[in-house]
């Protein structure tokens, strides 16, 4: 069910979270909801707010793209990096199909002839939206992903962050840049907004970038400290873990594909170790 955080501003905090700017000129939409029956849903909320513009995909997981298809944005817009890799995750239209059914068997009743939709604009590094008396900066921004895009919406003063931010949930580094990621904190800590609607979990205030360099930086030394032991890529794979912590949370709907996410991020980190400085 949506929900309204300022004038203009609505969101879904469902998989994943999904938010939307209402203008002048119809609505821009970053992300969406993955399963079908959910992204019907908001298409016709959308709808009678004046349609969608603009659609924008933070990053090219599954999970966030596979609206695409049903929310019906006049134009679809993503960086360079996730138009690249849009089927890293799914492969194909049936790769599609096939992911949904893993999560949820009676979603694919939606799904005959599906089809991806790709995006019609892809920007490098910076794109600048004009719509309906709002601006919205879109800013590549990695960390989660190597492409992840972060959405400013300057009068609105809300920034969507994609999965750089998870409040109360656990990072995951699969597809990471994970020196990136604290540059990209950063930046979204220099942000003169009110709100931050994350990639997964309700809005948050400033207060949540901290806590996520502090998620992030226990992931990081516990790799650390295991390599400096010895530990090989595999060993550290098998021995290391994070998900398993009471304190944070991890879509259910992930089942044991999270465990299968977390043993590949523990492999990234672990390449990444060296690329930085410090380590």
């Known amino acids: 069910m949506e929900k309204q955080l300022t004038d203009s501003v609505y969101y879904q905090n469902i998989y994943p979270t999904s938010g939307c700017v209402v203008t002048d000129a119809g609505a821009v939409a970053v992300d969406g909801p993955s399963f079908p029956s959910d992204a019907i849903a908001w298409r016709s909320f959308i709808e009678k707010k004046g349609g969608l513009r603009y659609h924008i995909n933070s990053e090219h997981h599954a999970d966030h793209i596979v609206a ?4 019906g944005a006049d134009v679809m817009v993503s960086g360079e990096y996730t138009n690249a890799h849009f089927l890293d995750s799914v492969k194909s239209d049936e790769g599609t199909v096939d992911f949904i059914r893993r999560l949820k068997e009676e979603e694919v009743v939606h799904m005959e002839g599906y089809k991806l939709r790709w995006p019609e604009i892809v920007f490098r590094d910076r794109l600048t939206l004009a719509v309906g008396g709002q601006t919205f900066h879109l800013i590549h921004s990695p960390g989660h992903t190597w492409g992840q895009t972060l959405v400013h919406a300057v ?3 809300v920034v969507f962050t994609g999965d750089n ?9 699969h597809s990471a840049s994970v020196w990136g990621w604290f540059h990209s904190l950063a930046l979204l800590e220099s942000l003169d907004v009110d709100w931050f609607v994350p990639g997964h979990g309700d809005p948050c ?16 030394g516990m790799v650390k400290e295991m ?29 044991p594909r999270a465990q299968m996410l977390e043993k590949a991020g523990l492999g990234n980190i672990y390449d990444q170790l060296d690329l930085h400085p410090a380590f």
């Open 205 to 220: 205030g400033k207060e949540e970038i901290e806590v996520q360099r502090t998620k992030l930086r226990r992931v990081i």
């Open 155 to 157: 009068e609105a003063r």
């Open 165 to 173: 931010l998870t409040p109360g949930m656990h990072p995951f580094f």
């Open 227 to 255: 390599k400096d032991k010895g530990l090989s890529r595999e060993e550290v794979q098998e021995q290391g873990g994070y998900i398993d912590d009471p304190s944070l949370d991890h879509p259910r709907v992930l089942g």
């Open 68 to 71: 695409n298809r049903y929310l």
